[in-house]
C-alpha cells in the first residue's frame, strides 16, 4: 500500500533498517511470536485461538512465551486476555510483513530471547507442533548449532493424499516438498513459507534483519536461501500442519495487482542467483502459464507469467 501521508504505528519500534545491537545475553528457551493481522479482530484468526487455547492449556510453555501482535487493520482491536505476556502494535498504514516482523525482532532484542516464531492469520497450530517447537529451542543450539530455522511440514491435500508443500526443495521445474516421515536437516537447500516458521535472533541480526524491498512477497523465500547461504541449517519438525496456499484457487484469492507484485519480487530474488536457477525459474514461469491459460478464465494472470518467463516485467514499480 502507499504509505503517503500514513500515520505512525502506536508502538515503540524504530526505523526498521537500524542496526540491531544485542542489550542482554540471550536465554536459550525463550520465544517471541510475532502474528501479523490485516483486516480481522485477533477472535477471528486460527493462529491466534488456536495459540491461546494451547497455552491456557499448558500454561507450563506459556511462560516462557511473549506474543506480539503486529495489527495492519485499518482499524485497532482490542486483544482478550492472554495466558502469556502480550503486546500489541496497530500500523494502519500497512506497511506488509518485513517491518511487522523487524518489529518483533527489535523487541526480541531487547527482551533477551533467541527465537522469533512467524504467524499469518490463519495457520491452524496444535499442541503436538508446540510442544515439539518448545524442546527444540530449549536444545537445537547446542545439539545443532548450525540450525538457525526451525520448521514445521505444512500438508495440503491432493488426490486424497496428504503431500508437503513447505518446506521444499529448490525447484527445477516443480516444487518437491520434504518427505512426510523427514526429520531433521536435509542435504540441500530448502525454502519454506513464513508461517509456523522460528528463526533463531542473531542469526537475524547478522543479516541486518528482514529486507524491506521485499515486504511482504517472497520474503520468506529471500530469507531462507541468505540464512543459508551464510552457513545456516534448517531443521525439520516431525509436526504437521494444516496448510492451504491462496493461489491453489488464483482468481478468488489473488487479485491481479497482487499477483504482479508476487511476480515482480520473484524475479527481483532469481535475478540475482545464477544463469542456471534464472533459466529454470523462467522455465517454470513458461510453464504455469499455460496452466494458467488453460484454466483460468481472467487471461490476463497467463499473460504476466508469460511477460515474466521472458524477462519482459520492465522496471519493479513499488
Known amino acids: 500500500m502507499d504509505n503517503e501521508g500514513a500515520t505512525h504505528p502506536h508502538t515503540q519500534a524504530d526505523n526498521a533498517s537500524e542496526k540491531f545491537e544485542p542489550r542482554y545475553k540471550m536465554s536459550n528457551s525463550r520465544i517471541l511470536v510475532v502474528l501479523v493481522l490485516y483486516k480481522r479482530a485477533p477472535d477471528e484468526s486460527e493462529s491466534f485461538t488456536s495459540l491461546r487455547n494451547i497455552l491456557q492449556k499448558r500454561p507450563e510453555l506459556a511462560v516462557n512465551t511473549t506474543l506480539l501482535v503486529y495489527d495492519n487493520s485499518p482499524e485497532a482491536h482490542t486483544l482478550p486476555q492472554m495466558p502469556m505476556a502480550t503486546r500489541y502494535v496497530s500500523n494502519p498504514a500497512n506497511p506488509g510483513l518485513a517491518e511487522a516482523y523487524n518489529s518483533g525482532l527489535r523487541l526480541a532484542n531487547e527482551e533477551g530471547i533467541e527465537w522469533l516464531l512467524l504467524l499469518d492469520h490463519d495457520t491452524l497450530l496444535?499442541?503436538?507442533?508446540?510442544?515439539?517447537?518448545?524442546?527444540?529451542?530449549?536444545?537445537?543450539?547446542?545439539?545443532?548449532p548450525a540450525a538457525c530455522i526451525i520448521v514445521p511440514k505444512l500438508v495440503y491435500s491432493r488426490r486424497g493424499r496428504r503431500a508437503v508443500h513447505s518446506p521444499h526443495f529448490m525447484p527445477r521445474l516443480t516444487h518437491h516438498g520434504v518427505e512426510l516421515d523427514f526429520r531433521g536437516i536435509a542435504a540441500d537447500e530448502l525454502s519454506g513459507f513464513n508461517s509456523a516458521t522460528t528463526l533463531r535472533v542473531r542469526d537475524l541480526e547478522a543479516l541486518g534483519g528482514f529486507p524491506i524491498h521485499y515486504s511482504m512477497e517472497f520474503l520468506d523465500h529471500v530469507v531462507f536461501h541468505a540464512l543459508q547461504?551464510?552457513?545456516?541449517?534448517?531443521?525439520?519438525?516431525?509436526?504437521?500442519?494444516?496448510?492451504?496456499?491462496?493461489?491453489?484457487?488464483?482468481?478468488?484469492?489473488?487479485?491481479?495487482?497482487?499477483?504482479?507484485?508476487?511476480?515482480?519480487?520473484?524475479?527481483?530474488?532469481?535475478?540475482?542467483?545464477?544463469?542456471?536457477?534464472?533459466?529454470?525459474?523462467?522455465?517454470?514461469?513458461?510453464?504455469?502459464?499455460l496452466g494458467h491459460l488453460a484454466k483460468?478464465?481472467?487471461?490476463?494472470?497467463?499473460?504476466?507469467?508469460?511477460?515474466?518467463?521472458?524477462?519482459?516485467?520492465?522496471?519493479?514499480?513499488?
Open 296 to 318: 483460468t478464465k481472467d487471461k490476463r494472470y497467463a499473460a504476466w507469467d508469460i511477460r515474466a518467463a521472458l524477462g519482459a516485467l520492465g522496471k519493479n514499480p513499488s
Open 126 to 144: 496444535t499442541e503436538a507442533y508446540v510442544e515439539e517447537l518448545s524442546d527444540l529451542i530449549s536444545s537445537l543450539t547446542e545439539m545443532e
Open 229 to 289: 547461504k551464510a552457513g545456516g541449517k534448517i531443521w525439520v519438525m516431525n509436526s504437521l500442519l494444516q496448510h492451504d496456499l491462496s493461489t491453489t484457487n488464483l482468481e478468488k484469492n489473488v487479485s491481479l495487482l497482487r499477483y504482479k507484485k508476487i511476480l515482480y519480487a520473484e524475479r527481483d530474488f532469481h535475478m540475482q542467483m545464477g544463469a542456471i536457477d534464472r533459466t529454470w525459474y523462467r522455465l517454470r514461469r513458461l510453464k504455469q502459464g
